[in-house]
Nanobody, 122 residues
Framework: QVQLVESGGGLVQTGGSLKLSCTAS????????MGWFRQASGKEREFVAR????????DYADSVKGRFTISRDNAKNTVYLQMFGLKPEDTAMYHC???????????????WGQGTKVTASQ
């Protein structure tokens, strides 16, 4: 079992930045694909970014390309999401996830954190 705990969310003005962290316990994440998803109020969960276990393969949702960067430190059992140029439409609960497949689909991920709230105000 892998337990994931996100942190780093908060309230920022439009154009601001935040760096989210997701720290794992129970098992090393070094062999897992790690992803970030978000869910805005009243909407379905959507893919944000994912990274292969080695860090050599990344993918992003079109809406965040060029503004968000996913990274990982396997030695610290932690994955990050650096967010720049935040917009009101980025407001959501952000969840990290661990899985065995390179995928944009939430169902492909086996372990999930509880999430950290990001609010970008105008």
């Amino acid at each position: 079992q892998v337990q994931l705990v996100e942190s780093g969310g908060g309230l920022v003005q439009t154009g601001g930045s935040l760096k989210l962290s997701c720290t794992a316990s129970g098992r090393t994440i070094s062999r897992y694909v790690m992803g970030w998803f978000r869910q805005a109020s009243g909407k379905e969960r959507e893919f944000v970014a994912r990274m292969s276990w080695s860090g050599g393969n990344t993918d992003y949702a079109d809406s965040v390309k060029g503004r968000f960067t996913i990274s990982r430190d396997n030695a610290k059992n932690t994955v990050y999401l650096q967010m720049f140029g935040l917009k009101p439409e980025d407001t959501a609960m952000y969840h990290c996830a661990a899985g065995g497949e390179l995928s944009k689909y939430a169902l492909r991920y086996d372990y999930w954190g509880q999430g950290t709230k990001v609010t970008a105000s105008q």
